[in-house]
């Protein structure tokens, strides 16, 4: 047992600090209104969550039938995916109408009802905003195609002339994040070919609008508007990154020429897509924040900025722009303790250069289950048929069945994983499944898939559809209390497993993952240690506490008088319990000793 951990330390320690490690100190400004700066977010992906009426498709009056359920959870706020009029070719992210409701999910009078209730349990109220392209059945587009390539109603999307002889090639390399090129042709009226290509970084059914288009701020701006005045808390912003496209369509750089240097040769950034990242549009994020400004109290946005590196993240995150941006680079960490510190100090590092709170993330609905994330799932180089280029994810997707022993060791990776996103500083992000440790479903039958990811590569890729399975809140199959009494039918089969993941099933069982998130929730709400708070290493502690060990992280929250610990053991081998009150664990501890592969907090109070 160290000094420490008899109690004898009394004041806030120094930061340890070796050679280039950070104070993760916060500022001292005062943003005890702003809730967003340490919230804790439930995302609904509203097709999976719950459905009323039996169809096999959640809805929003689903969701108002849950909503106890999550204040009971304890979060303070919800992200809903897009529920727009849409063709929901991409789930809804493929929208018409960004001020009405799809009927699949209700109606305006179900969304304001939805607001209302939403706001009597204290829940704030994010929405998505999908402003790099609309579906193609948007009223503008289906107006531009109706005229000729350069009219003024094709100018709101990116009509660009092919290039070849007769124009059949597309106007540059680019390829759709979907797979494919990013480009489809224009036809002429006969159904000739007319030798322009409109652009769809995503699928042909998404294509991109122009921003340097005067329509198309001012369509944004007020549908921001339209949703403020109707009480919703902040957006979430779609492919915040892509709005701006590099004049004159540049064809992509070779990757190595995108790397700039130092002078000693290190890496220090990147050279940004010409689709993505583009310096422009940071004036958009600058307009729409003085919208947000308007409102009492102030609105607030988070955005999806998938770009290089989190010094080019934080740029976003200045004052004038966005309030807060997913952390990706806590999406892609991995079941390892080095990785996980280097990629929670350069977020803290960049996000604190610009006054803003990080925003911790493990899944959502891009992304494969943490449960299968580390599982330990051995995954081949390449995908085998050739394709040297398949992501971990998609391997994963594709091919981690998960034996009993990889569930299990997943699933308690998952916990440990889950309550030390929530002990870190800023605002932590669930998804809807998440807190009842569901596994992705990498079995889907082909014909119930829908993600275009796997209509664009004919699929070679399996796409998204594995985490977006319908809840599980009943033990009783076919549909596991996803519909009403009776329903048998959810729009992608869930697996039999769900019956014991269910709510019913874990709701008041000590041992459930549900019942260690909720109390680690509570944990973070009533002990001032956590939220937006101080953060230091304690690697003196790690030391004590696991002597010459690299896989084990141990830091201190909070400011003076109001101080936790928190543990996390990476490996398999246990480690000494620390002589203070325990707040909560992700597994079982002993007297003397935290087992491996779990996460413990404790009150330095
Ligand atoms: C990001 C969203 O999260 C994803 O689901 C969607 O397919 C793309 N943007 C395109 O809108």
């Known amino acids: 047992m160290s000094e420490f951990i008899d109690g004898v330390i009394t004041e806030v320690p120094q930061q340890y600090s070796p050679a280039g490690e950070l104070d993760h100190r916060v500022h001292a400004d005062d943003h005890s209104n702003d809730w967003w700066r340490h919230a804790v977010v439930y995302e609904i992906y509203p097709r999976s969550f719950a459905d009323s009426n039996g169809d096999g498709a959640g809805d929003l009056r689903g969701v108002r039938s849950r909503l106890a359920y999550l204040a009971h959870l304890g979060v303070d706020a919800i992200w809903f995916n897009p529920f727009f009029t849409s063709p929901l070719l991409d789930g809804g992210y493929d929208v018409i109408d960004y001020r009405d409701i799809d009927p699949v999910f209700g109606d305006m009078a179900e969304v304001e009802a939805l607001i209302a209730d939403c706001h009597s349990y204290g829940l704030k109220v994010i929405i998505d905003v999908v402003p790099n392209h609309s579906s193609w059945e948007h009223r503008w587009f289906k107006e531009a195609l109706t005229t000729e390539p350069g009219s003024p109603a094709w100018a709101r999307y990116h009509c660009v002339l092919g290039k070849g002889v007769n124009h059949e090639l597309p106007p540059n390399n680019w390829r759709s994040v979907f797979g494919g090129n990013a480009w489809s042709p224009v036809k002429n009226a006969d159904g000739t070919d007319s030798g322009y290509w409109y652009l769809h970084i995503f699928d042909s059914s998404q294509p991109d609008l122009n921003w340097d288009h005067p329509d198309v701020h001012k369509e944004f701006e007020d549908t921001l508007r339209f949703w403020f005045d109707r009480g919703v808390d902040g957006f979430r912003i779609d492919v915040s990154h892509g709005l701006v496209k590099a004049a004159g369509y540049p064809d992509y750089p070779q990757h190595a020429d995108r790397a700039k240097r130092s002078a000693g040769g290190e890496i220090i950034d990147f050279e940004p897509l010409p689709h993505w990242d583009q310096d422009g549009v940071h004036e958009i994020y600058r307009a729409w924040r003085r919208v947000a400004n308007e409102y009492e109290p102030m609105r607030a946005f988070v955005g999806e900025v998938w770009v290089d ?19 990706f680079g806590h999406v892609g960490a991995k079941w390892d303790a080095l990785d996980l510190r280097e990629r929670i100090n350069e977020a803290l590092l960049h996000d604190k250069a610009v006054g803003a709170p990080t925003t911790w993330v493990l899944e959502n609905h891009d992304v494969p289950r943490v449960v299968t994330r580390f599982a ?8 085998g048929d050739g394709d040297e280029n398949e992501s971990a994810d998609d391997a994963l997707r594709r091919l981690a069945v998960l034996t009993p022993e990889q569930r299990v060791v997943g699933t308690r990776r998952a916990r440990a994983a889950n309550i030390y996103m929530l002990s870190l500083p800023g605002s932590a992000y669930l998804y809807n499944g998440q807190e009842l440790g569901l596994f992705e479903v990498v079995d889907l039958p082909p014909q119930f898939r829908q993600d275009p990811v796997w209509f664009r590569t004919e699929g070679k890729v399996v796409g998204r559809d594995g985490c977006r ?26 697996p039999s497993a769900w019956g014991a993941l269910s709510v019913q099933e874990q709701q008041g069982r000590a041992d459930s993952m549900l019942e260690l998130i909720r109390t680690a929730v509570h944990a973070r709400k009533s002990h001032e240690a956590f939220g937006e708070t101080d953060f230091i290493w304690r690697d003196d502690i790690a030391e004590a506490i696991a002597p010459g060990r690299s896989d084990v992280l141990v830091s201190e929250h909070g400011g003076a008088g109001n101080r936790a610990l928190v543990v996390l053991v990476i490996g398999t081998d246990p480690v000494d319990r620390p002589d203070s009150e325990l707040l909560v664990a992700s597994q079982p501890l002993t007297d003397a000793q935290i087992p491996g592969e779990t996460c413990a907090w404790f009150s330095l109070s």
Not at 309 to 327: G, I, M, V
Not at 470 to 476: G, Q, V
Not at 482 to 488: H, K, L, R
Request: proline share 11%; aromatic share 12%.
């Open 469 to 494: 399975v319908p809840m599980p809140w009943r033990n009783e199959a076919p549909a596991y209390g996803f519909g009403p009494d009776g329903s048998t039918q959810s729009w992608l089969p869930q």
């Open 309 to 327: 590196t989190a010094q080019r993240r934080a740029k976003y995150l200045q004052h004038d722009e966005l309030h807060l941006a997913f952390n």
């Open 376 to 383: 330990g799932v051995e995954l081949p180089k390449s995908s």
